[in-house]
Structures are given as C-alpha cells and as structure tokens.
C-alpha cells in the first residue's frame, strides 16, 4: 500500500519519503475547488467549495482515497471560503453571509440554512471575497474581509464599504464586530495551539511580502484602504487611503512572520499541529496552505518580548494549488486545492492527503533567536563525523519597503559574519553566533553539509527568520517593512495647469454680462438658456450685448481648454491669443464641414473630424498651441502653430501652422485667452491653462539683472537652518517636509535684499503655507512678505497672493499638486517690486511703494496642525556682481 | 376565450441545459507563431524563452513562471491584457500599452496561458442550475431586474418544480420579480469568481424596487433574513421585521407557483408571529398600486377582496388579488397574482369567483 501511495504521490526527492501525498477521486464530472474544511466527529470530512456546495465526504481516510465517497450537501450558496464544524452543527462563511446549515429530516441533505450573520458591505466588485472560519473557545467566528480591485489600478486596493480589509468578530448570537484593521487580502485565518489568533495576507500593495499576523484587538496591519472606516476618519469626511505614508503607519503591528517571496505568493490558512505526534516531529508547530507555489510550509514561533516572531522552513513541495489545510482526526493533512482564476501550480483543484510516513527526516525542528544568533534545534543528532563551523552557515539579512506598490524586493541585503557555532553536548542542537543581528530585519540562514547520523542530509537547509525585536536591549520602534518616499507625481490630469476659473470664475478676466451660474436648454425653447443659481457654468446672458469673456494674463505656449455648451444655433468661438480662432459651433452632424463646423480653424480648415456631439451637450476643446516667434526687432521669423486640437478627446487638427491671425488683429508672443460672447449664448467652464515650461526664457524676461542660481536647500539637510516655536521640518525624499504646531523655518543666511526666488512645492488638501522673503527669524507670525501657498485652506488668500498686499481668490493649482513658484523680489525707483509667477505665469505683479521689508532670510510657514507642505526645490539667485 | 388565455404564460421549457464539454478554443498555428515571436521579442528576456521566470535579466524579484501557472493578478485573457497593458507597478512587469497594440496585446495574453498547466476547465453547461422535484434556493449577487435598476449584490432564488423562480433582494428581504423558465445559470463558476448570476426564466412580474411580504406596517420598519428551507417541492423564508433595530415580528413567507383559469401566476402567503408560536393578523390599509385600472371591494363583513391589474406591456397584465379575513385572527391576507393578455370587468368577476381562498 506504501508503494501503491507513492506511486500516485507528487514526489520530489526525499520530502516523499517522509510525508507521502495522494489524491481523493472527486465524483464523476465534478470540480471541487476547496474553500474551507473541517470533520464531524463520526470522522467524516464536510469541504465547502467556490461553487457554492457542500460536501460530505465518507471514508476520507481509506487506505485506497478512490474508496472515499462523495455526497453534495448543499448547493446554492455564493462561494465558501471557510467551513467549520462544532458539535457536528455545520457553519459556512460564504461571500455575503455566515451561514448555519441544517439537515432537519435526516436524509443526509441540508434543508435549512441559518443565516448567522450578513452584516457586512459587499460592493459588487469581484474581488470582495470573506474568509473564515476559525472560531475560538467562547464559540465566536473569525472572518477576513478582502479589499476590492477596481480597474484599471487593480493594485491598488480599495474598501468602498465596510469593513472591507478588516478582521471581524461574529459572536454565537449573530452580532458583528471589527477588531483588526489593515488586511489585504486576508485568505487564511487559523489558531495555533494556545488559541491566539493569526491571518494570511497576499503580497502586493502595502504587503511587501506575504505575511503572517497574530491578529490583535485594534492592530493596523498595514494596507490603508480599511482605515476609512475606523470611528477617526468617518469623522473626518477624508481618506485613509489617499495619504502616503498612510496614517498609523509608525504604529503598525509587525507580522510574526514575512514568507519569502521565492516561497509563498499566495498563502491561504494556516493549522497547529495538535496530532499528538501522528504526524512526525513538529507537534504545535504552524502548518501554512501556499496556493500559487502549490505546497506547506511550516513556522516555528515563539514569543519574544511577548510579541510572536519566528521562522518558517519549506515542508512539503508539489502538492498543488493549496488554499486550505486541515488535520484530520488520525493526524493526516488535508488539503484543499484551488485556483480558479487566480493560477497556481497543478493540481488546481481537489483534495490531497499528506501523511507522515512514519520515519524521521533530518530537519531543523525549531530555531529560537538569541541575542547575537540563532539556537537551531535538530530533529535528529548530527553525525559524529560531521563537525559544525562558522562555515556551515550563511546567514544573510534583508528588510522590505512599506509602500503603494505590488509588492517589495528584499532591500538591503547584507551578509553577516557567523563567528561561532557551538554544538550541544547530544549533537541536537547548534548556537550559532554572528556580528551584528539586528533587529527590524529578517535573516535568512542555509546551512550547508550539515548530516544526521546515519549520513542522512539535512532535509530542508533553510530558514527564514522576522527578527521585530532581539531578545534583549532597548526594544525598536522600527519596522521591517520601511517606509519609502511617496510615488513620483504621475503625470496627472492636474500637474501643470493653471485652473484660471476655479474657486473665483472672474477675478483673471475680464467681460461685460456675463454670470455664474448653472443651466441647461429651456424646455419650450432650445435655442435658449435656462439658468438658476449654481458655480457650474459661465453664461454670458446678463446683457443684450455681452462682450468675449477675456482673460488678463497674456499668455503663449501652452495648452488651452475650455468646457462649453451651445444652446441650438450657438456661435462662439476660441481665440488662442485673441487671434487664432478655433470655432465653436451648433453644427450639425451630418452637414458638409466647413471652416465654420465646431472644431473648425475660422476660415481656414474644417476639422478633422466631426467630434461635436451636439446642444445641450457639455463639450471640452483643448489646444496646444505654439505662439508665433519673433526676432528683437519684432518681425515675426516663425509663424505660430496648432500643434493639436483635441475635442472631447478626439484629434481634430494636428501641426497647422497659422500664417496670421483669423480675425485681424495683430500676432504677438504673448496674448490673452479669449472666448466669444458677443453672437449667441453659450455656455463655458472650467478654463484652464497649461503652459510649455521655457524656464531659461523665464529667467531672461525676468526683470533686473541676476546672477547664477544657487541651492538654498540642498536637498539633503536643514544643517543652518532654524525653526521657530515648537514646529516640526524635516527632509524626506529629497524636500523639506513641514507638518505639526505651527512654525516656521528660517534659511541659513538672513541678508536676502534683492532676491530671484525659484521653489518646487505641494500642499495638502486643507493645508497652509507660505514662502517667505525678506523676512526676520522669530516667533509667532514673522515680518517679511509672504507669497501664500494655499490651494483649499478656507483663507481667501490662494496660492500667488502677495500676503495681505495683493490677495488672489482663484484657486490656481489644486491641493496635493506640485507646482512651481517663481518670485522675484528687487528696489526700484517707485519701491519695492514683487513678481509671482505660478508654473511660469505671472499672477501677482506689484510695486510696494512703502517698502515694508528691506532684508531678511527666506522662510517656509507651517500654518496649523494637520497641514503638510513640501518643498524639493529651493533656489535663489541675487543680482549679479 | 379562457381557453385562449391559457396558453399564454406557459412560456416555461428549460432554456438550453446543456452539459457536453466545450473543446477550448484552439489558435490557429501562424497565430500561435505570431504570438510566440511576440513573446520571445517582448517577454522572453525575464520570463525565459520557455517562460519559466528564468530570463537572462537579473531582477529584484524572480519573474514569474508561467510553467508553474502564478499570476498576481489572475489567469484570465482580461487579467493578463490587464497586465500587459498597465504592467505592475512596484515590480519590474512593464506596462506594453503604446509598444505593443490591443491586438498584439491580446495574442499574448492567450499565448502566456498556454505556456502553463491547464486552468480550470469550467463545462459552461453545468453552470446551468435546474429544479427537479425538490425546490432550490441560491444565493449570490443578481442582476438589475429592469433598466435602470441596480445590481442586487445580496441576492437569493427560490426554484420551484414546474419553473417559476422567484427572485428576492436579501437585505430588507423584498421580492423583485417572478419568472417562469429557466433556472439560473452561475455566471460566478468562471473566471476569479464574485461575478452576478444570471437568473433565466421570463420575467413575469417585476417589482423593481422589491416588495416586502408583510408591507402595511404603523411605522417604518426593516426586515433581516434568518432563514431559508427546503421541504420538498416548497420553499419558505423566515426573516424578522425590525422597527428602530427592535424586533417586532417574526414572518414565515411562503411562495408557490399557481395555476388559474386566466392562466399562470403566483400566491404568496405571508404569516406574523409576534413571538414564536402566536400568529398575528396582518393590516392592509390601502391598496399601493399606482398603476391600477380596476379596483374592485367585495365586503362581506368577513372578506375583503381587491383586485388590481398592472399592465406590463402591450396585452399583458398582471392582475393582484389581496384578500383580507376580517375579525378572524388566523393568516393574515394572501396576495395572488395572475397573468393575461387581456382584461374585462366580467373576467375581474369570475376570476374573483375562482380564487375563494
């Protein structure tokens, strides 16, 4: 019969000849994709499937598994990612509920099923598995609850309802409770052998690596999307998951365990070995399902500074996609196999048998961290001819990042000094000392040539060990998975642009009868507006002869956009400069397109396409434009260009070179954003302006004459640097990061008079900064004048105001977005003149005929708790020599 | 006439229950020679030439082995143009959008598949639930009921022998809509799973927004299923009624497909308990049918009946008979629905006839 098992077994080498697998038959033309398992106590094995059935299975343990029979329960439940069985009472977690399942008339099929518990969010994304199910001694249920994957970050987890990346609590009589928060992708709960309760997680966003957590009332495990829910951020009406680092992630629990990467993918639940022996020398040690690695591994835990931690050894490979195991009575293992979708090594699906052949292996029964190494503890005595060295052991250590992205290599990896390695008097056991272990690390150690007696090799020569705290010394707060700088900006929608028309629709323009307001076509009428209050729309119907809506900032290179609406009939247009005119009109589909069609240049060339959807209908137009160039003395060498004009999306013209204007009026290198107002009604919104960055033709149309550009912050430390009141300034990735009490920072040098000012800076959503210059070093709100950064702080003072001398409504640059801020402070005759410019356009231009402020330092604000500003580029230069 | 009206509803037939196995799809040999020329241009430098995660590129993370079947996002051709398309972040997987084309992308996609070992083959037949003799209950996400009706993430199907199917909202415990045909076919047996099931039968009758078994109630009020059971050709439901998260009311629901003269329908018999064992007798105040184009009381000062028809579409009605025992303490009302194509006042008279309860 031995032979009969190895002979169906998935052998590989030696692992077979101590732990034998073999395979139950599933029924004819059946797929058992195993979600959960557990035995009644006649013996029988009950498995709950994603397919949403109950198994019985009798005999599970016949010597031939063909002999083991299969009856369906139950069927009809929506998956069943966890099973288990107390008192022969019968408990499914499904997806959307925990379920009791009942046979009233004995006839050895369910008829009733209890529903438990189903008071959990479920969105509909398909990612939103439960799973379960262990209980503990006062008979509550433990469940996971996945994040949701959304398209096309998939990546990037979310918890759209509650409490999605939690770990519940459901007690006997159907009440729910969180009680951990952070979980990913939560797939395997179980309970080691002193009824502490641990989890799983999949790798991925916020899970460097697969870990293994003791699961502790309130812990934060890592993943942020959950954290929505917790009692502080409802409160708060913001995300959790938009903050990067994410918030509590210094208090973040550390895993009992990181499996290596090379191991585990994908681990499901985990089991104590409480077999009494029956399956080999590991008694109360963790046996680990790993789905995509298709095999178990094995932890040894122990406590150390009353926190687990431990290692983790390979214990028996090719078995298949492994998603559960579980004991059964006589001390085999059972494990269920499943990877529908997901993908694993093969077998995908079924029931495997591992049992314990009888013999004993040579392994590494457990490893206990001393404060310069490891003990390692033997299954059997090491040969007598086989001495122990330093040179045996290759102790390697790592850690991870703690970031937004799938996954982390091991970081930083070093090779550490074994420097002894001292064998116990019974040859079982082995201290190996090394040079500096740390703590916050995990290490790896392969022992080579190590022998049992008998010449039998050393099984597995690897472990893995999580070292959160060495056993003595002073306890770090530092984790194993560090936390990185936050992702480079994207290329987002938002980088860039100037936003010319919100928070304030009109300070930046100029117009006569136009309103803000919201609208829609009048019902009895289409060629005509109807509007009511609202901020959604500019309309210019507030005059029998409106005028074009025209912006005050003269503008070049750079992409236009503009919103708009026409009712039926309307005739409006763009004018890039107030020259070029791309048309915006209600033209119909199906006409012939000429030079007036929507989309069209003014008299010189239809669209590409007709990309108009009709009135009534919000359309966005975008142009990149490149301005007419122009030699000193102001004949035009280059004639100006629609690089691309883009409507709703789709190219309507690309690379038309313009030999003049459209409408008349003279070219030049600058000019303003216009849109018509002047023939029918229309309907815009949300301008925006993103200009093509030229900054050495920015620094040369900087007025006065200035030196080279030199560093204020090195982009490494705030060495010199001084901070006022109790304020908190540190450099991280590279910028200058304020956050806490409000303070400011002082520059090194506090002689800056005539200064060119050059700064990268982002605020937080709700934050409130400011660059200073010319400004004293003290307490409280220094002097010196302020270029405001402030994107949604309710100050009506935005970004580009010159502080309390030259306010700016509009909201330029949104929160959370980089921008560059260009400020040039200098005497003239009238007083003291001050350019801002934001992403290279100038918004604030004033002269202080009372020169407020004669010399200073440059400073940075931190306004109030809870605002962050950055900054990751500061330069100054000062008139030139 | 009545004869005519007969025939109608009997829409009935299993839909297409089929189990033979579905050969996979297989890709035509310079496809195939596309895709691996693909493959070995784009791919092979990490995940090796026989896409065993073992290219010539050192990374920081192994690639994974196609051989061995693990991908971090799933196996399907969606997850794996997925990939190919944004590619990992975090991870050295690169994003092929703009180097590679849809097209190209998705040739690659079914190629890297084939590199591994067989997924899990999923005969779409048996995804095809049917009702023999004994009734089925399921549960799982259903589908918007009508346009512009939403996903029932939380939904539960009683089958009934004979073809009538009927199909609940689970959270506050509301019937949606009764079908004759077809069971249901369990669109959540392919791919990562957590996909809605597709309910088959004819919509017979529809209440997109869900009607709860026991409406009349002084105060607003929830319903939370406790049970569903199974006895045979019947199915019942029980589920609580809250009022300010208090109990008040245990129901027992239980449906059953109907045979009338005007054709298919309905009853469905919803009872109260106040606590276990004391049945209560149900109000009903009004009749909610907006639609309604008769409406009709007989009163005999025990038997209140109302008739009330709900046009579902051209020649087709839906006609509700309540009843109400009054001054009797024993099951509240029955509601009975019956479908036709036609209505009259002397059809309303003898239908009422028919349905003495």
């Given at each position: 019969?031995?032979?009969?098992?190895?002979?169906?077994?998935?052998?590989?080498?030696?692992?077979?000849?101590?732990?034998?697998?073999?395979?139950?038959?599933?029924?004819?033309?059946?797929?058992?994709?195993?979600?959960g398992?557990?035995?009644?106590?006649?013996?029988?094995?009950?498995?709950?499937?994603?397919?949403?059935?109950?198994?019985?299975?009798?005999?599970?343990?016949?010597?031939?598994?063909a002999d083991?029979k299969?009856?369906?329960?139950?069927?009809?439940?929506?998956?069943?990612?966890?099973?288990?069985?107390?008192?022969?009472?019968?408990?499914?977690?499904?997806?959307?509920?925990?379920?009791?399942?009942?046979?009233?008339?004995?006839?050895?099929?369910?008829?009733?099923?209890?529903?438990?518990?189903?008071?959990?969010?479920?969105?509909?994304?398909?990612?939103?598995?439960?799973?379960?199910?262990?209980?503990?001694?006062?008979?509550?249920?433990?469940?996971?609850?996945?994040?949701?994957?959304?398209?096309?970050?998939?990546?990037?987890?979310?918890?759209?309802v509650?409490?999605?990346g939690?770990?519940?609590?459901?007690?006997?009589?159907?009440?729910?409770?969180?009680?951990?928060?952070?979980?990913?992708?939560?797939?395997g709960?179980?309970?080691?052998?002193?009824?502490?309760?641990?989890?799983?997680?999949?790798?991925?966003?916020?899970?460097?690596?697969?870990?293994?957590?003791?699961?502790?009332?309130?812990?934060?495990?890592?993943?942020?999307?959950?954290?929505?829910?917790?009692?502080?951020?409802?409160?708060?009406?913001t995300?959790?998951?938009?903050?990067?680092?994410?918030?509590?992630?210094?208090?973040?629990?550390?895993a009992?365990?990181?499996?290596?990467?090379?191991?585990?993918?994908?681990?499901?639940?985990?089991?104590?070995?409480?077999?009494?022996g029956r399956?080999?020398?590991?008694?109360?040690?963790?046996?680990?399902?790993?789905?995509?690695n298709?095999?178990?591994?094995?932890?040894?835990?122990?406590?150390?500074?009353?926190?687990?931690?431990?290692?983790?050894?390979?214990f028996r490979?090719?078995?298949?996609?492994?998603?559960?195991?579980?004991?059964a009575p006589?001390?085999?293992?059972?494990?269920g196999?499943?990877?529908?979708?997901?993908?694993?090594?093969?077998?995908?699906d079924?029931?495997?048998?591992?049992?314990?052949?009888?013999?004993?292996?040579?392994?590494?029964?457990?490893?206990?961290?001393?404060?310069?190494?490891f003990?390692?503890?033997?299954?059997?005595?090491?040969?007598?001819?086989?001495?122990?060295?330093?040179?045996?052991?290759?102790?390697t250590?790592?850690?991870?990042?703690?970031?937004?992205?799938?996954?982390?290599?091991?970081r930083?990896?070093?090779?550490?000094?074994?420097?002894?390695?001292?064998?116990?008097?019974?040859?079982?056991?082995?201290?190996?000392?090394?040079?500096d272990?740390?703590?916050?690390?995990?290490a790896?150690?392969?022992?080579?040539?190590v022998?049992?007696?008998?010449?039998?090799?050393?099984?597995?020569?690897?472990?893995?060990?999580?070292?959160?705290?060495?056993?003595?010394?002073?306890?770090?707060?530092?984790?194993?998975?560090?936390?990185?700088?936050?992702?480079?900006?994207?290329?987002?929608?938002e980088?860039?642009?100037?936003?010319?028309?919100?928070?304030?629709?009109t300070?930046?323009w100029?117009?006569?009868?136009?309103?803000?307001?919201?609208?829609?076509?009048?019902?009895?009428?289409?060629?005509?507006?109807?509007?009511?209050?609202?901020?959604?729309?500019?309309?210019?119907?507030?005059?029998?002869?409106?005028?074009d809506?025209?912006?005050?900032?003269?503008?070049?290179?750079?992409?236009?956009?503009?919103?708009?609406?026409l009712?039926?009939?309307?005739?409006?247009?763009?004018?890039?400069?107030?020259?070029?005119?791309?048309?915006?009109?209600?033209?119909?589909?199906?006409?012939?397109?000429?030079?007036?069609?929507?989309?069209?240049?003014?008299?010189?060339?239809?669209?590409?396409?007709?990309?108009?959807?009709?009135?009534?209908?919000?359309?966005?137009?975008?142009?990149?434009?490149q301005?007419?160039?122009?030699d000193?003395?102001?004949?035009?060498?280059?004639?100006?260009?629609?690089?691309?004009?883009?409507?709703?999306?789709?190219?309507?013209?690309?690379?038309?070179?313009l030999?003049?204007?459209?409408?008349?009026?003279?070219?030049?290198?600058?000019?303003?954003?216009?849109?018509?107002?002047?023939?029918?009604?229309?309907?815009?919104?949300?301008?925006?302006?993103?200009?093509?960055?030229?900054?050495?033709?920015?620094?040369?149309?900087?007025?006065?004459d200035?030196?080279?550009?030199?560093?204020?912050?090195?982009?490494?430390?705030?060495?010199?640097?001084?901070i006022?009141?109790?304020?908190?300034?540190?450099?991280?990735?590279?910028?200058?990061?304020?956050?806490?009490?409000?303070?400011?920072?002082?520059?090194?040098?506090?002689?800056?008079?005539?200064?060119?000012i050059?700064?990268?800076?982002?605020?937080?959503?709700?934050?409130?900064?400011?660059?200073?210059?010319?400004?004293?070093?003290?307490?409280?709100?220094?002097?010196?004048?302020e270029?405001?950064i402030?994107?949604?702080?309710?100050?009506p003072?935005?970004?580009?105001?010159?502080?309390?001398?030259?306010?700016?409504?509009?909201?330029?640059?949104?929160?959370?977005?980089?921008?560059?801020?260009?400020?040039t402070?200098?005497?003239?005759?009238?007083?003291?003149?001050?350019?801002?410019r934001?992403?290279?356009?100038?918004?604030?231009?004033?002269?202080?005929?009372?020169?407020?402020?004669?010399?200073?330092?440059?400073?940075?604000?931190?306004?109030h708790?809870?605002?962050?500003?950055?900054?990751?580029?500061?330069?100054a230069?000062?008139?030139?020599? | 006439?009545?004869?005519?009206?007969?025939?109608?509803?009997?829409?009935?037939?299993?839909?297409g229950?089929?189990?033979?196995?579905?050969?996979?799809e297989?890709?035509?040999?310079?496809?195939?020679?596309?895709?691996?020329?693909?493959?070995?241009?784009?791919?092979?430098?990490?995940?090796?030439?026989?896409?065993?995660?073992?290219?010539?590129?050192?990374?920081?993370?192994?690639?994974?082995?196609?051989?061995?079947?693990?991908?971090?996002?799933?196996?399907?051709?969606?997850?794996?143009?997925?990939?190919?398309?944004?590619?990992?972040?975090?991870?050295?997987?690169?994003?092929?959008?703009?180097?590679?084309?849809?097209d190209?992308?998705?040739?690659?996609?079914?190629?890297?598949?084939?590199?591994?070992?067989?997924?899990?083959?999923?005969?779409?037949?048996?995804?095809?639930?049917?009702?023999?003799?004994?009734?089925?209950?399921?549960?799982?996400?259903?589908?918007?009921?009508a346009?512009?009706?939403?996903?029932?993430?939380?939904g539960?199907?009683?089958g009934?022998?004979?073809?009538?199917?009927?199909?609940?909202?689970?959270?506050?415990?509301?019937?949606?809509?009764?079908?004759?045909?077809?069971?249901?076919?369990?669109?959540?047996?392919?791919?990562?799973?957590?996909?809605?099931?597709?309910?088959?039968?004819?919509?017979?009758?529809?209440?997109?927004?869900?009607?709860?078994?026991?409406?009349?109630?002084?105060?607003?009020?929830?319903?939370?299923?406790?049970?569903?059971?199974?006895?045979?050709?019947?199915?019942?439901?029980?589920?609580?009624?809250?009022?300010?998260g208090?109990?008040?009311?245990?129901?027992?629901?239980?449906?059953?497909?109907?045979?009338?003269t005007?054709?298919?329908g309905?009853?469905?018999k919803?009872?109260?308990?106040?606590?276990?064992?004391?049945?209560?007798?149900?109000?009903?105040?009004?009749?909610?049918?907006?639609?309604?184009?008769?409406?009709?009381?007989?009163?005999?000062?025990?038997?209140?009946?109302?008739?009330?028809?709900?046009e579902?579409g051209?020649?087709?009605?839906?006609?509700?008979?309540?009843?109400?025992?009054?001054?009797?303490?024993?099951?509240?009302?029955k509601?009975?629905?019956?479908?036709?194509?036609?209505?009259?006042?002397?059809?309303?008279?003898?239908?009422?006839?028919?349905?003495?309860?």
């Amino acid at each position: 019969m031995i032979a009969l098992l190895l002979s169906l077994a998935c052998v590989q080498g030696s692992e077979a000849e101590f732990y034998a697998v073999d395979y139950l038959t599933p029924p004819a033309g059946e797929v058992l994709e195993i979600g959960g398992m557990d035995f009644l106590s006649d013996g029988r094995l009950v498995v709950s499937t994603r397919r949403g059935q109950v198994w019985i299975v009798e005999e599970p343990l016949a010597e031939d598994p063909a002999d083991a029979k299969f009856t369906l329960f139950c069927e009809g439940l929506w998956e069943g990612l966890g099973l288990d069985v107390t008192d022969d009472e019968i408990f499914v977690l499904q997806r959307g509920e925990l379920s009791k399942l009942t046979d009233l008339d004995g006839d050895g099929v369910c008829d009733r099923i209890d529903t438990l518990c189903n008071r959990w969010g479920l969105s509909g994304n398909y990612h939103e598995f439960a799973f379960g199910l262990p209980r503990d001694e006062a008979g509550n249920f433990y469940i996971g609850l996945n994040v949701s994957f959304f398209e096309p970050e998939w990546w990037h987890g979310k918890s759209s309802v509650p409490y999605r990346g939690w770990i519940m609590r459901i007690s006997p009589d159907g009440s729910i409770a969180p009680v951990a928060v952070g979980a990913r992708s939560p797939c395997g709960l179980g309970m080691n052998s002193a009824g502490d309760l641990f989890y799983t997680d999949n790798q991925g966003d916020w899970m460097p690596a697969s870990p293994i957590f003791h699961v502790q009332e309130d812990a934060f495990f890592g993943h942020p999307a959950g954290l929505d829910w917790t009692d502080e951020y409802r409160a708060t009406a913001t995300y959790a998951s938009d903050r990067i680092p994410p918030p509590r992630a210094a208090q973040r629990a550390n895993a009992a365990l990181w499996l290596p990467y090379k191991w585990s993918r994908s681990p499901g639940n985990l089991v104590p070995d409480e077999t009494g022996g029956r399956f080999g020398p590991f008694e109360d040690q963790l046996f680990v399902a790993e789905l995509t690695n298709g095999m178990v591994l094995r932890c040894d835990l122990e406590q150390v500074r009353g926190e687990y931690q431990g290692a983790v050894f390979l214990f028996r490979q090719k078995i298949g996609s492994v998603a559960r195991v579980a004991f059964a009575p006589d001390g085999t293992l059972f494990c269920g196999m499943t990877n529908r979708g997901w993908g694993g090594l093969p077998p995908a699906d079924g029931l495997a048998r591992v049992r314990w052949r009888g013999g004993v292996p040579m392994e590494m029964a457990s490893v206990d961290l001393l404060q310069d190494g490891f003990e390692i503890e033997f299954t059997r005595p090491v040969a007598a001819d086989c001495e122990l060295t330093p040179s045996n052991f290759v102790l390697t250590d790592y850690d991870y990042d703690y970031w937004w992205e799938y996954g982390s290599p091991e970081r930083d990896t070093r090779t550490l000094e074994v420097t002894r390695a001292e064998l116990s008097a019974d040859r079982k056991s082995v201290l190996v000392h090394a040079n500096d272990l740390r703590a916050a690390r995990c290490a790896r150690m392969v022992l080579k040539d190590v022998v049992a007696e008998g010449g039998l090799p050393l099984l597995h020569d690897e472990f893995n060990y999580t070292i959160n705290q060495l056993p003595e010394g002073d306890a770090t707060t530092e984790h194993i998975a560090k936390v990185v700088p936050p992702p480079p900006a994207k290329d987002s929608d938002e980088e860039g642009w100037l936003r010319l028309t919100y928070g304030d629709a009109t300070e930046l323009w100029e117009f006569e009868g136009w309103q803000l307001c919201d609208v829609e076509l009048a019902r009895d009428d289409p060629a005509r507006f109807e509007t009511k209050p609202g901020v959604n729309a500019l309309v210019n119907d507030r005059s029998d002869s409106p005028s074009d809506y025209v912006s005050k900032a003269r503008l070049g290179d750079g992409t236009y956009q503009v919103g708009f609406l026409l009712p039926k009939g309307g005739d409006s247009g763009l004018l890039i400069q107030g020259t070029y005119e791309v048309r915006i009109t209600d033209s119909q589909p199906t006409s012939e397109m000429d030079t007036d069609h929507c989309g069209a240049i003014a008299g010189l060339r239809p669209p590409l396409r007709n990309a108009y959807a009709g009135s009534g209908i919000w359309h966005e137009l975008q142009v990149d434009f490149q301005a007419a160039r122009f030699d000193a003395a102001g004949n035009k060498v280059e004639n100006a260009r629609f690089l691309e004009v883009r409507l709703d999306g789709q190219l309507i013209h690309e690379n038309v070179e313009l030999e003049g204007s459209t409408n008349g009026e003279p070219e030049a290198p600058l000019g303003p954003f216009v849109v018509r107002g002047a023939r029918t009604p229309v309907a815009i919104g949300n301008l925006r302006f993103k200009p093509t960055r030229d900054r050495a033709r920015e620094d040369r149309e900087t007025p006065g004459d200035w030196g080279e550009w030199t560093d204020v912050f090195d982009g490494d430390s705030l060495d010199g640097w001084s901070i006022s009141d109790d304020g908190t300034w540190e450099v991280d990735y590279g910028a200058i990061i304020g956050t806490g009490k409000a303070s400011h920072l002082f520059s090194p040098r506090g002689d800056y008079a005539d200064v060119d000012i050059r700064a990268e800076v982002k605020i937080s959503d709700g934050g409130n900064s400011g660059l200073y210059f010319r400004v004293a070093e003290g307490p409280g709100w220094p002097r010196g004048y302020e270029a405001q950064i402030n994107s949604s702080y309710p100050d009506p003072q935005k970004t580009g105001s010159l502080y309390s001398i030259a306010p700016i409504a509009v909201q330029l640059v949104g929160p959370d977005t980089w921008f560059d801020y260009h400020v040039t402070c200098r005497d003239v005759e009238a007083g003291t003149h001050i350019l801002i410019r934001v992403n290279g356009v100038p918004i604030t231009d004033v002269i202080d005929p009372d020169r407020r402020h004669r010399t200073g330092h440059i400073a940075l604000q931190q306004h109030h708790e809870g605002s962050v500003i950055e900054v990751r580029k500061l330069l100054a230069r000062e008139p030139a020599k | 006439m009545i004869a005519r009206l007969l025939l109608l509803p009997l829409i009935g037939a299993w839909v297409g229950v089929s189990s033979t196995l579905q050969e996979p799809e297989s890709t035509p040999p310079d496809e195939h020679a596309a895709s691996r020329a693909l493959f070995v241009q784009h791919c092979a430098s990490c995940h090796g030439e026989k896409g065993d995660g073992k290219g010539a590129t050192d990374l920081d993370r192994q690639a994974r082995s196609f051989l061995d079947g693990g991908f971090s996002y799933g196996n399907t051709p969606e997850a794996l143009f997925r990939t190919l398309t944004s590619g990992i972040p975090g991870t050295p997987m690169p994003s092929f959008d703009g180097a590679l084309t849809d097209d190209q992308r998705r040739a690659l996609a079914s190629y890297v598949v084939t590199l591994g070992p067989p997924i899990t083959h999923v005969d779409e037949g048996r995804t095809i639930l049917r009702v023999e003799d004994r009734a089925v209950v399921v549960r799982g996400m259903l589908p918007p009921i009508a346009d512009g009706a939403q996903d029932v993430v939380r939904g539960l199907l009683i089958g009934l022998p004979g073809g009538t199917t009927f199909e609940y909202a689970v959270d506050d415990v509301r019937l949606l809509g009764v079908r004759r045909g077809g069971f249901v076919k369990r669109r959540d047996w392919v791919g990562r799973g957590g996909q809605g099931l597709l309910p088959m039968g004819t919509l017979l009758a529809l209440e997109p927004e869900g009607t709860a078994g026991f409406e009349y109630l002084e105060k607003p009020a929830t319903r939370r299923l406790r049970s569903t059971r199974v006895e045979g050709p019947r199915a019942v439901l029980e589920y609580d009624i809250l009022q300010d998260g208090a109990f008040v009311r245990k129901i027992v629901e239980e449906v059953s497909a109907k045979e009338y003269t005007l054709g298919a329908g309905y009853s469905r018999k919803v009872t109260g308990y106040t606590s276990v064992g004391q049945e209560i007798q149900a109000m009903r105040k009004d009749a909610v049918y907006s639609e309604m184009k008769v409406h009709q009381f007989e009163e005999n000062r025990q038997l209140v009946r109302v008739l009330s028809v709900h046009e579902l579409g051209p020649s087709r009605f839906q006609v509700t008979v309540m009843e109400r025992k009054t001054r009797v303490p024993e099951p509240s009302r029955k509601i009975t629905k019956v479908f036709t194509d036609r209505w009259s006042d002397d059809l309303a008279a003898a239908l009422v006839e028919e349905l003495v309860w």
